[in-house]
């Protein structure tokens, strides 16, 4: 694989790379870093990935390991997971409370649940990957993804809907 093509292969991987380093790491300065490091350690394989059907997946997998990886370091030991990934449209001041409160609720949910819900989540329904590349990325089977989006979902919504109960009372 040559310069060009492997800029044209990764150049729009790269963003999807960050948000979901920055994602698990949660600095952007950290999640910079770890895509700088991936994108490295791709051009020493680029003769390799000839081989690799779905490079996208492969190097969000390679990147979703490197960010897991600094989060388990000693060095890292400041990081921790947040979702940040919101759009900023203009809204009244109103709306904006009610939104930031419903954003944190579903961080502060997002981060109780399992470390593997928690993934399939980010990659499924923030970053709209397909099944296919998820399992890729998680290195599971077709089923066990399905399977675990289904029950974050369900947990997720049922915390939420607690929440909100105790939150009314």
């Not at 300065?29 to 770890?34: C, F, L, N, T």
């Not at 399939?120 to 989006?149: C, H, P, S, W």
């Amino acid at each position: 694989m040559n310069q060009k093509t492997f800029v044209n292969t990764f150049r729009d991987v790269q963003q999807k790379m960050y948000f979901l380093s920055k994602r698990l790491l949660t600095s952007h300065e950290e999640a910079a870093d770890a895509v700088q490091e991936v994108m490295v350690r791709l051009w020493e394989k680029r003769f390799k990935l000839e081989e690799v059907k779905n490079k996208e997946a492969y190097a969000m997998q390679m990147v979703k390991n490197y960010s897991l990886d600094r989060l388990k370091s000693k060095q890292a030991s400041h990081l921790k997971i947040v979702h940040t990934n919101y759009d900023n449209e203009e809204r009244n001041v109103e709306e904006e409370l009610e939104r930031t409160g419903k954003v944190k609720l579903v961080q502060k949910v997002i981060n109780e649940l399992p470390e593997q819900y928690k993934m399939i989540i980010q990659l499924r329904d923030i970053q709209r990957y397909d099944f296919e590349a998820i399992e890729k990325i998680m290195d599971m089977k077709a089923t066990a993804v399905r399977v675990g989006l289904s029950r974050a979902r369900k947990m997720l919504k049922e915390r939420i809907e607690e929440q909100y109960k105790t939150e009314i009372a």
